[in-house]
């Protein structure tokens, strides 16, 4: 019986694989909080840019351009943060498929381990049975030579 599991490297490079994506979506969710930062920050700007109340026509289409641009920014802001939750389910569901491919793996690891042990156990069985015959065959064949220990 082959006692190496010859999918071990295979094993291992889904492990890999299954790290490489778990860093995927931990820069994925590092990517939203960023983008609700700046979320946060435009709304902030927005909210402190309160349209004037009196000065010249100019500066009051002014500020109110200047309002628009800050909602517009505000906008583009949160369009980030609903795009970085997309590629986030995007990443988890490749984390969830590389640690299925890795679980089927180690399920194979622990069956071929299983297996070696039960073989393993067959043997050992087997030697103590063949003992245990070869030792009573002896007993009886030196019974049989030696009268004296019969009686005895």
């Known amino acids: 019986m082959n006692r190496l599991f010859r999918l071990g490297p295979v094993l291992r490079a889904r492990k890999a694989q299954e790290d490489v994506a778990r860093g ?3 820069q994925s969710r590092a990517e939203i909080r960023e983008a609700q930062a700046l979320v ?9 840019s309160e349209a004037p109340n009196e000065g ?4 009051m ?12 920014g505000l906008f ?6 609903t795009d970085a939750e997309e590629v986030e389910r995007e990443k988890i569901s490749a984390l969830t498929d590389a640690a299925k491919r890795r679980r089927a793996v180690e399920l194979m690891a622990e069956r ?15 030697n103590l049975d063949e003992l245990a015959i070869t030792s009573k065959a002896r007993n ?3 019974n049989v030579a030696d009268p004296k220990r019969s009686e005895a």
Do not use: P
Request: proline content about 0%; overall charge positive.
């Open 24 to 26: 995927a979506v931990i």
């Open 40 to 48: 946060k920050r435009r709304q902030l700007d927005l909210v402190g």
């Open 56 to 59: 010249s026509a100019r500066a």
């Open 61 to 72: 289409v002014a500020a109110l351009v200047a309002r628009q641009s800050l909602a517009a």
């Open 76 to 81: 583009g802001a949160q369009r980030l943060v």
């Open 112 to 126: 071929h381990a299983a297996t070696v042990k039960a073989h393993d156990l067959r043997v050992d069985q087997a």
């Open 140 to 142: 009886a064949a030196g």
